[in-house]
Each structure stands twice: as structure tokens, then as C-alpha cells.
């Protein structure tokens, strides 16, 4: 009877394919963590497409609200809303964007406007789970700097916590159209909580 041969592994060997293994597993987690996002930004880009307040703020959650930001002269301000009313923009003067959606979310380096050229780095839909920014903060801390609102710093607090979970989403569309937003895990949803309308506005 033969016997079978039993050719020890050496340590490092039994590290690296553990490592190997950990790293897949990890990176599974990671895509699985971040899966229902697309299915969010999927149903937000669609309702701004048909213009259905009633299927967007599904996506509102009910305590948080959206923050839009946008232009009024040279400085960017913000307003709190309960919800998205496409006959009632924010600001008034300036309608929501009429925009094609359709592109699959691709997970990579944001557009960048160019107010040169007017126009986007690029055209699809974009978001980066790595990048986080300080725009709704910093609008908060340069108006009340600027003596041009009283705002607490509680509330630049829970802005920049607010900012610090929230994942940023750029689409432009074939016709440069665009529309920028942040998602925000609240309770194991996705939810819109902050409209940014000042990226490509370069009238100051």
C-alpha cells in the first residue's frame, strides 16, 4: 500500500493565501455595502427626468429633507426644504434641470466644470465613494462670516457630519446638462439630502 506523501507549507505561504483571501472577501463586503446606492441613484435621476415630485421624494427622508445650495450675487447660500416641488424651484427664478438619464452609474473621478469653456470634463453618471467635500460647510461658514446669516456652530457640526457621510453623484447628459447631488445612508436607506446648484453656475 502506498503512502501518501504530506509536503508541509511553510508559514508564509499559509499568510499569503489567507491575505488572498481576506482582500476578496473584503472588497465583496465593499461592493455589496455600496449595491443599493445605484438602485437610489437610478430612481432619483429618473424622477428628475419625468419630473415626478411624488417618485423623487420618496427618496426625501422625512426628518433630514433636502439642502439646496445655489448663487444669489456673488456668494453661495443654502435652503432647507421638506421635499422636491418642480413647480416651486429653488431658488424660484431657476428651474430644476431637464436632463436625460438612461448612463449606467460608473464608480470613478468626478466630472470638473470648466467656466472657461462652460462646459464638464465629462459626460455620464458619476459618483466616488472615496471623495467627500466641504461645499454645504463652507457656504455656512462664509455667510456667517460675511455677517450675511446668523448660523451656529451646531449647526456647521452637523453640516460637516452631514458631508462626511455623503457620497457625491455628478450626471451630464449627452446635451451637457447636468445634475449634482449627495446621497446619504439614514437607517440602512438611501436618501437625497443635499442639491448642489452652484458647480456650474459661473455668473459671479
Not at 482582500?23 to 446606492?37: E, H, I, K, T, V
Not at 450675487?73 to 438619464?101: H, L, Q, T, W
Not at 457656504?139 to 462626511?164: C, D, H, Q, Y
Request: aromatic share 10%.
Amino acid at each position: 500500500m502506498r503512502r501518501l506523501t504530506v509536503v508541509p507549507i511553510r508559514r508564509a505561504s499559509v499568510f499569503f493565501i489567507c491575505s488572498i483571501i481576506l482582500l476578496f472577501a473584503d472588497c465583496g463586503n465593499a461592493m455589496s455595502r455600496l449595491q443599493p446606492l445605484d438602485g437610489a441613484v437610478a430612481g432619483v435621476v429618473s424622477a428628475f427626468e419625468s419630473g415626478d415630485a411624488a417618485r423623487l421624494n420618496r427618496f426625501v427622508h422625512p426628518k433630514q429633507g433636502v439642502i439646496v445650495i445655489y448663487r444669489e450675487g456673488v456668494f453661495n447660500v443654502f435652503r432647507a426644504v421638506s421635499g422636491i416641488d418642480f413647480k416651486k424651484p429653488v431658488p424660484e427664478y431657476f428651474p430644476y434641470p431637464k436632463i436625460r438619464g438612461g448612463a449606467p452609474l460608473r464608480y470613478a473621478a468626478l466630472p470638473v466644470y470648466d467656466c472657461g469653456r462652460e462646459a464638464w470634463s465629462k459626460t455620464g453618471l458619476f459618483c466616488d465613494p472615496k471623495y467627500r467635500d466641504a461645499l454645504l460647510s463652507t457656504t455656512a461658514i462664509n455667510l456667517k462670516k460675511n455677517g450675511l446669516r446668523e448660523i451656529s456652530p451646531e449647526m456647521i457640526a452637523r453640516f460637516r457630519a452631514l458631508e462626511a457621510k455623503s457620497i457625491r453623484v455628478v450626471l451630464v447628459d449627452a446635451a451637457g446638462n447636468d445634475l449634482v447631488f449627495y446621497m446619504t445612508k439614514i437607517d440602512s436607506r438611501w436618501y437625497l439630502t443635499i442639491l448642489d446648484r452652484v458647480s456650474s453656475d459661473c455668473s459671479a
